[in-house]
């Protein structure tokens, strides 16, 4: 395949890039841009671009001089409201929005193709009638679209995350969507062999990450086999998924903290009195991990009060994802160099679109046009 020019506008880091490099395709950049300085900050480190080609605002940005020099122009304008957005579905409805700017970057390089991709909940917004726009916007600028929403659990990454697609063809192009591949890993195969210990939760994080509430809710996760979808503040306030590991076997610790609730755990002030030197010196006093339970009183209620019971503790701990493994849920190889904060990874690796979900969708692309 001969060499193709690219580029993106609300680029994060480089999801688009990394898809063709996954592919081995052939290109050049012609621009990029993002607002975040975090983010140009790792894609410089990642990626063959120079000031040139970047723009740190695309309100400002004129994209006129690349008209006809674009082959695929990828973005994803942030999910911000379409209240403004008017009732006379065109592209003048889209004006105030980011979604414009993205519209009138189309405009002005007129690429060979385009992909837009955003949450699937602009589908809905509005009773549809934003997506309705979304949709005639695109068409107005003289396009035959496609869309859908893709899954990146069917597509080899084990992350429920659903995004709406829109691929758009300046030819009469006829295309079709990727068909789903069966899943054959889960989110385990995805994590490092060793971590730092500043990833393992403390007590705080701990009950809120094992609450029934944020569990039920699907804001936590402990050991899931397919990923939550990735948020931008998912790690770094204990939203996500997480790992239980512990040093003994299953069978062999005596409680599981996935199917304990936080209102089991002692609090401070019962803790230190339980295990306090005065109640131990009493022949029916407390003791921690006994093999052998004392006898079970009908006063259990109590048991705080008279410091008389049984009490476990366990081995096992809880930790979070590391940005690598985040990042690697996202598609990405671990060539891709980290040189943020472990915050600011966090949020760029929740904000990027799925690597093996553009992989698949750059395939078809190719087959449709025949190169």
Known sequence: MSKI???TTFSGIGAFEQALKKLKIPHDIAFAGDIDNFVKRSYFANYDIDE???HNDITKFNA???????????GGSPCQSFSMVGKRKGFEDTRGTLFYDYARVISECNPRVFIYENVKGLTTHDNGQTWEIVQNTFRDLGYKIYTEVLNSKDYGIPQNRERIFVIGFKDNIAFNFPKKIKLNSTMQDFLQDYTDSKYYLKEKGVKFVTSSKNRLKRYTQINGEIALC????????WHGDFIFETSLEPDEF???????????????KVKNYVLAQGTKNFKTSTKTDLEIARPLLNTMHKMHRAGIDNYV??????????????LRLMGFDDTFKIVVSDTQMYKQA???IVVNVLSEILKEIFHALKI
């Open 52 to 54: 040139s080609r970047w």
């Open 230 to 237: 990735q948020k931008a503040n998912q790690q770094y306030n």
């Open 5 to 7: 020019t690219v580029a």
């Open 254 to 268: 005596l409680f599981d903290v996935r199917t304990v609730e936080e209102k089991y755990y002692l609090s401070d």
């Open 64 to 74: 006129i001089k690349f008209k006809n020099k674009i082959d695929i122009l990828v």
């Open 313 to 326: 503790t366990h081995t096992g701990r809880i930790r979070k994802l590391t940005p690598r493994e985040c």
């Open 350 to 352: 929740g904000n990027s």
